[in-house]
């Protein structure tokens, strides 16, 4: 069982560039997110999905999109890379309430990214 | 709209230490309570949780209650080891799973 996988682990972009971090789960989990952490700052989210062709925003979305056309699946787009985009980032999936194991999320190992 | 509120780091101790760390929450209806940890260089794993008032959750001898009349879910282990050294976070979720902003714990030998 794979759980939540994101690739690549490790990143340098420099300013302006665009890219993709993939994050995919085998769970048949609903709910997907993406979270940075920065020292100091704890986890914020950045975007959300509650289910296949459905998202919205997080805490910190400027900068990013993201799309979830499968239950398996959710990207991450930088679409013009800035410094103030170095960081590490989660990937993460949990079950909707509605299927009786509430609540408990599953994050995959994290994307290290500096943007020069 | 939810939040938490954890204890500020880092946090410094000995082994075989009592260690507490505290964690308050704000939060509309009933949330469902969590620990999760992160060692160096990992993702972050699920310690333990609590999905309702005064529920006790409990793994690799740590505790922590719901606690509804204080807001809280503070995180206790009775006698702590150098592998118990992370970061520490709690959070609690409604639609979106909300984080404190992590407390790094540090035992020395």
């Known amino acids: 069982n794979a759980g939540v996988t994101q690739t690549p682990k490790f990143q340098v972009l420099k300013t302006g560039q665009s890219m993709t971090l993939q994050c995919a789960q085998d769970m048949n989990h609903e709910y997907m997110s993406w979270y940075r952490q920065d020292p100091g700052m704890g986890l914020r989210l950045i975007h959300y999905s509650v289910g296949a062709g459905i998202t919205d925003q997080g805490e910190v979305p400027n900068g990013y999109n993201v799309s979830r056309s499968t239950t398996e699946d959710f990207p991450l787009r930088l679409l013009s890379a800035a410094p103030s985009q170095t960081s590490v980032y989660f990937c993460?999936?949990?079950?909707?309430?509605?299927?009786?194991?509430?609540?408990?999320?599953?994050f995959g190992p994290g994307t290290r990214l500096t943007v020069l | 709209g939810d939040s938490v509120t954890q204890m500020e780091g880092p946090v410094t101790l000995s082994e075989e230490a009592f260690l507490t760390i505290n964690c308050t929450y704000t939060?509309?209806?009933?949330?469902?309570l969590f620990w999760y940890v992160q060692y160096p260089g990992e993702g972050l794993q699920l310690l333990l949780k609590?999905?309702?008032?005064?529920d006790k959750g409990s793994n690799k001898g740590f505790e922590a209650t719901y606690r509804k009349e204080t807001t809280s879910f503070h995180l206790e282990k009775g006698s702590v080891q150098v592998s118990d050294s992370a970061v520490y976070f709690c959070a609690l979720t409604a639609e979106k799973l909300v984080f404190g902003q992590g407390t790094r714990l540090t035992i020395n030998p």
């Open positions: 609590a999905t309702k008032a005064d």
């Open positions: 993460a999936s949990r079950p909707s309430p509605s299927s009786g194991r509430r609540g408990t999320q599953y």
């Open positions: 939060a509309t209806g009933y949330p469902s």
